[in-house]
C-alpha cells in the first residue's frame, strides 16, 4: 500500500532532525497483526491531505512495538496518563528531546487532523506552557518505572483479593474483553499444590485454573479447524475473538495445557497436539525459528479466514459430517454470531466420536487452505527471540510430559536461540530479532535475556545436559553486566550503551507475558541453587519480597507467586547419582512420568565437572543402579531407588 508519510525509524537520526528543524515528533506505534493499525494506515496514513499535514508540521516515527518493547512501554504509559486508555495503533506527539505532550489510539481522519492542528497552534501559541506539561508528565512516567516500596501485605489477602475479579461460570477475569493470560494460570498450577495457602485455596486455584483451561479449548477463541489460539476474546464468553495469532500466546498456552493435561480432561492435549502443528505449519522457517503472528484480517476483513456459514458447510461436507459438526458445535444456535456466521465453539455436553470429528475438522482445513479455498492472513514474518525463547520452553514441557512427541524440536529451537538469535561478531550478546532478509540488529531486551535463560533451563531439565546450565549461566552473566541496576536490585529494559526512549524502563508486571524482571528471579533462584551461587540466590530473595511485600492483589504477579511460593516452601532439588551416562536419559525420563510441582531435577554421574559441593559425594547404589537424593535448600536426605519414591519425599507430594 502506498504511504506518502515520510516515516523515520526510531533512532538518533530521527531525533537529530526534529532539534534541527524545531520540528515537534510523531510517534506511531503499532504491529503486524493490528487491525486498527492497518484500518488507520489505509484510511489516514495512506491519505494525501493527512499526509501532506504531518510531513509540513512534524518528524514521523514509525515503531514497531516488538521490536521496540521499550518504546511502546514508556509511550503507552505517557498515553495512558493522559487518556486513561491504551491500545494500538498508539501515538504520540513529542518534543524533540523524546518528552510526550499528546496522544490517542486509533482516531478516524477528520478528528486525527483536527486534533494536530490544535497540537501545533497550541505549542506555536504558549511553548513555555506545553515544555512545563511535558516536564510533569514525564516525572509521572518516571515514577511509574521506580520500583514501590508501599506498605507490607500479606500474601494470602492478595490471593483473596485477585480472587475476587474471577469470573466463576467462564474463567478468567470479569468482564470483556478478555485476555487469556496463561501466567496466571501457571501461578494456579503451582498455588494448587502450595499448602502453606492451605486446602480451600488450593482447590478454589485449582478449579479456576481447569474452568478457564475448559472454557478456552472449548471456545471460539481457539481455531479448532486449524489450530492455535487468538489473542484475545470480545466478549466474557471466549466465543468471540480478536482474530490475530501471536506465537506468544500459543506458546504459553503450550506450556500450561500440556501441565494440566492429566487432569481428566481429554480435550487439553489434544488441543496441544493441535497448536503445535498450526505453529510448526505456519511459523517454523528453515533455520529453526518461528515467526511472530498472523493478522486478524484476511480479504479486507476481519475474521474472514476464520468464519463459516450453514450454507457453505453443507455444501463442502457430506450430510453426516454436517450432522458430526452440530453436535460438536451448535450450528445455527451455540457458534452462530452474526450475519449468519459461525465462530466454532464447542458444545457443553457432546457425544460426537472424537475421531469423526478429527476428521471432519481436517477435511475443513484442507480445503480452507487449498487452491479452492480461502486467503490467509497476512504473516508476519519477524523473529522475535524473546517469543521464541517461550516457544522453547513450551516444546521442551511438552517432550516430557508428552513422550511421545520428539525432544528434537525444542533442541533445534534452543541451537537457533544459541546461534542465528545473537548480535552478529557478539555472540554473548543477543538480538531483539531477524527477518528472512537478516532484520535490524537491535541488541535485545531484558525480556529477550530473561526467557532465554530459562528457555536453556527447560532444556537442562528435559536432557539433563548439562551444557544447558552452562548456557543460562553465561547469558545471566551478561544480563548482570548490562541490564542490572545496583540501586534498585532489579533489571532495566534496555542495555546500558543501546538508544533508550525519553525514559529508561523497567519490566516489572505481569501480563500477557511474564515481567523480565520476574522472569529473571526465577532463574536467579534456580541457577543459584543448581550452581551453588549465593549471591544469585540472595538477589532473587530480595527482588521477590520487594514485589510481593507490597502487593495487594497477584493479578499482574503470577510469575512473581511462583517464585515466592519456591522460596517460602521448602525448595527441593532431587539429586540423581548416576554409575554412567548411559542411564541418563532413562531416568530423566522416569522422573517426568508426571507433574513435579516444586522441585528441580539434577542427574549428575561421576564424569559431570562443576558440580555444587552440597551435590558432591553423591554415590548411585548395588550393583550400578541410580540412587535418589531428595534435598532442601542442600541438605540431602537418606537415597532411596526410585523417582516415585523420591517424589513421596518432596514436600509437594
Known amino acids: 500500500m502506498h504511504n506518502p508519510v515520510h516515516w523515520l525509524p526510531y533512532g538518533p537520526e530521527a531525533w537529530a532532525k526534529a532539534a534541527a528543524e524545531r520540528k515537534l515528533v510523531l510517534v506511531s506505534v503499532g504491529y503486524s497483526a493490528c487491525h486498527w493499525c492497518h484500518v488507520m ?68 481522519k477528520t478528528q486525527w487532523l483536527s486534533s494536530l492542528q490544535a497540537i501545533v497552534d497550541i505549542e506555536s501559541e504558549d511553548p513555555e506552557r506545553v515544555r512545563r506539561y511535558a516536564e510533569k508528565l514525564t516525572a509521572a512516567v518516571q515514577a511509574i518505572g521506580q520500583p514501590e516500596r508501599p506498605e507490607e501485605a500479606s500474601f494470602l489477602d492478595a490471593f483473596d483479593s485477585w480472587a475476587e475479579s474471577w469470573d466463576l461460570e467462564h474463567g478468567g477475569r470479569i468482564g470483556a474483553p478478555k485476555f487469556p493470560l496463561p501466567g496466571q494460570i501457571e501461578f494456579l498450577g503451582r498455588a494448587s499444590h502450595s499448602k502453606s495457602l492451605g486446602p480451600a485455596r488450593q482447590q478454589q486455584a485449582r478449579t479456576h485454573a481447569l474452568r478457564t483451561l475448559d472454557s478456552l479449548v472449548r471456545g471460539g477463541i481457539h481455531d479448532h479447524v486449524g489450530g492455535g489460539f487468538a489473542r484475545y476474546s470480545v466478549d466474557e464468553a471466549w466465543h468471540v475473538p480478536h482474530f490475530e495469532k501471536m506465537l ?61 456459514t450453514t450454507e457453505e458447510l453443507e455444501s463442502l461436507l457430506a450430510p453426516e459430517e454436517v450432522a458430526c459438526l452440530d453436535s460438536a458445535f451448535g450450528l445455527n444456535g451455540h457458534s452462530m454470531w452474526e450475519h449468519g456466521q459461525h465462530v466454532l465453539r464447542r458444545v457443553t455436553h457432546s457425544n460426537v466420536d472424537r475421531r469423526e470429528l478429527q476428521d471432519v475438522l481436517h477435511k ?50 534452543g541451537q537457533f536461540l544459541r546461534t542465528h538469535a545473537r548480535v552478529p561478531h557478539h555472540p554473548d550478546l543477543l538480538r531483539r530479532t531477524s527477518h528472512a532478509d537478516g532484520g535490524p540488529l537491535h541488541e535485545g531486551f531484558a525480556e529477550d535475556y530473561a526467557f532465554t535463560v530459562e528457555a536453556f533451563l527447560e532444556l ?116 540423581v547419582a548416576l554409575a554412567e551416562e548411559a542411564q541418563r536419559q532413562a531416568v530423566t525420563a522416569s522422573w517426568w512420568t508426571a507433574p513435579r510441582p516444586g522441585t528441580w531435577l539434577e542427574v549428575i554421574d561421576p564424569g559431570d565437572a562443576h558440580i555444587p559441593t552440597w551435590m558432591e559425594g553423591k554415590s548411585p547404589g548395588p550393583e550400578d543402579q541410580p ?6 535448600e542442600g541438605a540431602c536426605q537418606l537415597p532411596v531407588d526410585t523417582a516415585e519414591q523420591a517424589w513421596n519425599l518432596c514436600p509437594l507430594s
Open 41 to 108: 494506515e489505509h484510511e489516514t496514513f495512506s491519505n494525501t491531505e493527512a499526509a501532506d499535514f504531518m510531513n509540513a508540521h512534524f518528524v514521523c516515527i514509525k515503531v514497531d512495538r516488538e521490536e521496540r518493547p521499550d518504546v511502546d512501554q514508556v509511550y503507552m504509559e505517557a498515553v495512558q496518563l493522559m487518556t486513561r486508555q491504551g491500545g494500538w495503533p498508539l501515538n504520540c506527539i513529542a518534543l524533540p528531546d523524546g518528552r510526550p505532550i499528546w496522544g490517542s489510539v486509533y482516531l478516524p
Open 364 to 413: 475443513l482445513q484442507t480445503w480452507r487452505d487449498g487452491p479452492d479455498g480461502r486467503i490467509k492472513p497476512g504473516l508476519d514474518d519477524k523473529v522475535l527471540t524473546s517469543w521464541n525463547a517461550l516457544a522453547t520452553m513450551a516444546l521442551a514441557k511438552v517432550a516430557r510430559r508428552l513422550p511421545d512427541l520428539s525432544l528434537e524440536p525444542a533442541l533445534r529451537l
Open 248 to 308: 506468544y500466546d500459543n506458546a504459553q498456552l503450550v506450556s500450561v495445557l500440556v501441565a494440566w493435561g492429566d487432569d481428566a480432561l481429554p480435550g487439553f492435549n489434544d488441543a496441544v497436539r493441535r497448536a503445535l502443528a498450526f505453529m510448526d505449519r505456519e511459523w517454523r522457517l528453515n533455520h529453526g525459528g518461528f515467526c511472530a503472528a498472523l493478522d486478524a484480517d484476511s480479504e479486507g476483513e476481519e475474521g474472514t479466514y476464520y468464519l463459516w
Open 627 to 632: 540412587r535418589w537424593y531428595v534435598c532442601q
Open 460 to 575: 537442562h531439565q528435559s536432557t539433563q545436559d548439562r551444557k544447558w546450565l552452562k548456557e543460562a549461566r553465561a547469558l545471566m552473566a551478561t544480563a548482570m553486566e548490562r541490564l542490572f541496576d545496583p540501586e534498585s536490585n532489579t533489571f532495566w529494559n534496555n542495555a546500558q550503551s543501546s538508544d533508550t526512549p525519553f525514559v529508561k524502563s523497567r519490566s516489572m508486571d505481569d501480563g500477557v507475558i511474564p515481567s523480565a524482571n520476574a522472569s529473571f528471579a526465577s532463574s536467579l533462584w534456580k541457577l543459584g541453587w543448581s550452581l551453588d551461587i549465593a549471591a544469585w540466590r540472595e538477589l532473587s530473595r530480595h527482588m521477590v519480597q520487594a514485589r510481593i511485600a507490597g502487593a495487594a492483589t497477584l493479578a499482574e504477579s503470577g510469575k512473581w507467586g511462583q517464585v515466592h511460593l519456591d522460596q517460602t516452601e521448602a525448595y527441593t532439588t532431587v539429586v
